[in-house]
């Protein structure tokens, strides 16, 4: 992964982390419903968000770059 894409990747992560529906985040359909994707450039990271009490938790899936085939 070039760095440049690392470094936007990684800023993604970071406002995920603090707010997980925020920039282009959009919900999976199909059999990944309860997902999302998170577009960032040709790069797509896939996630999904568990809510406890007060407590919530961002798990990332995969970070891939954007294919035909990708989802």
């Known amino acids: 992964m070039p760095a440049r894409d690392r470094d936007r990747i990684q800023a993604a992560l970071l ?4 707010e997980p529906y925020s920039g282009d985040t ?12 998170r577009r960032v450039g040709s790069w797509r990271i896939i996630s999904s968000i568990g809510v406890k009490i007060e ?17």
């Open 15 to 18: 406002q995920m982390k603090r």
């Open 26 to 37: 959009k919900p999976l359909r199909g059999g990944h419903q309860g997902a999302f994707r």
């Open 55 to 71: 407590i919530q938790t961002v798990l990332v899936a995969d970070i891939t770059r954007r294919t035909s085939s990708t989802y």
